[in-house]
Every structure is written in C-alpha cells, then in structure tokens.
C-alpha cells in the first residue's frame, strides 16, 4: 500500500488498485462506500432552513492522551463515543425540536439524561451537514476537549446516568491508532456499525482538528474496507 498526493486529495493504492480517493476530507470515495459525501453548510444557512428540516445536535469530547498501549503504541487522543441501543455507534446527543429549544439548550437536555452534568455551548460548535435520504435532517457536531481526568469523570457519571442500559448501552473510546497488522485499531473501529452521519462526522472532527492526518485516515479507512470486502466474499457463493 502506498498513498499518493493528486490535486488537492490522496490516493491510497494496493498494488494497481485505487482503495481510497480522499480529497481534503469534504470528499471520500472507496471501492464500497460507507462514508457518503454530505454537504456542509453554516450554522447561520442552517438557522434559516424552514420547518420541513429537522435538527440532530452530537457532541464530541475527547482529551489529549499521553499514554502508550503496551508501552509502546501512542494513544495521542481519547475520542467519546456510545454503543445505542440499536447496536449501532454514534456520538451522545439526538434531535433538538427547534420550536421549543435553542440547539445548545436542546443538546444538553439530552446529555444530560445520558452523560450528566456536562453543558456546551455555542462556542463548542464545529459543524451543520445536510444528511442524505429522504428525511431532511441537518446533522450539528459540537466538540470540546477535556483534561483526561475530566473525560474519565463522564465516563463514570455516564454509568449513572438515566439512559445507560436503555437508549445508551455504555460510552466507548475510540482507538486512534493502528496496530503493525494496518488492521488492528482504528481500521477494525471503523468496520463497525455507525448511526447515520457519525462515522462521517468522527472522520470530519478528527480532520479539522488536526488528530490524524489525512494520509492515516485514509490509510485506516482503505483497511477497513478491504477487511469488509473480504468478509463479503466469504459469504459470497464462488462464482462458476
């Protein structure tokens, strides 16, 4: 594998075979896409959407982590997410009724039923992206950064908290590093199940916040998507 700048994206090839096109972050393509493209737009435009748009507020809180797995693979970041209680991963948070909530005041009405305490506010935004399908939904990323001891504090309040073990089954942190396989870590993370627009929005965060740089997060999604080709075939019948 070996990634190639091209205009103003990278190219991640295995052999002959492009895996990955990512321009900037605004634009990622792979052989089977899970990570659709979604328009960004202002607070300020998605403000002025009509009613026929409804509103998800998620949060992403993360702290700087200076620790090694096993001595000697850097942990760099501790990213928050949840397991719902579909199965599916996503960042806390849902949707906010813009007739009687502000997006920061519907936000943390919902955190507080499934993390506790914790309160952002609109200097926490970082993000609106219009969904595709046919709800229209406009997706708000809030993220803030936390000591290590502060996001080990949600954890544990989390565990307290009215949603955990119904609508929240319990916070995971996202492994922002990968192991000498290119499989093990944040590839294997990424082959998971996500809600919605939370892998593109965990792709994004991670992005614009400078914690991983392009040419990782394209090698880390080329590896999940090959993982899941594989698995595909093997529940494939052979072709004749």
């Known amino acids: ?59 992403m809180l993360y702290a700087a982590n200076p620790g090694q797995l096993f001595g000697r693979i850097p942990m760099r970041f501790s990213v928050l997410m949840q397991m719902r209680f579909d199965g599916l991963l996503g960042f806390p948070g849902g949707f906010v009724d813009r007739r009687f909530w502000s997006l920061e005041d519907g936000l943390n009405r919902v955190l507080g039923l499934g993390l506790g305490g914790l309160r952002l506010t609109e200097a926490d935004y970082l993000s609106s992206h219009l969904t595709e399908g046919p709800h229209r939904v406009v997706a708000h990323l809030y993220a803030r950064q936390l000591t290590l001891e502060q996001l080990h504090a949600v954890e544990i309040s989390a565990v307290h908290s009215r949603d955990h073990g119904l609508e929240v089954l319990g916070l995971v942190r996202v492994p922002l590093y990968t192991q000498k396989d290119r499989v093990g870590g944040f590839p294997n993370f990424l082959s998971n199940a996500f809600v919605s627009t939370a892998k593109y929005q965990l792709l994004f965060a991670l992005k614009v916040l400078n914690m991983m740089p392009s040419e990782k997060l394209a090698e880390a999604l080329a590896s999940a998507t090959e993982k899941q080709k594989k698995a595909l075939e093997k529940l494939l019948p052979p072709s004749s």
């Open 1 to 59: 594998m070996h990634v190639e700048a091209r205009g103003l994206g990278l190219v991640l090839w295995a052999g002959s075979r492009m895996l990955v096109w990512a321009v900037g972050l605004e634009h990622i393509k792979m052989s089977t896409t899970t990570v659709p493209e979604l328009k960004q737009i202002s607070r300020e435009e998605a403000m002025r959407l009509g009613p026929g748009w409804s509103h998800s507020c998620h949060a």
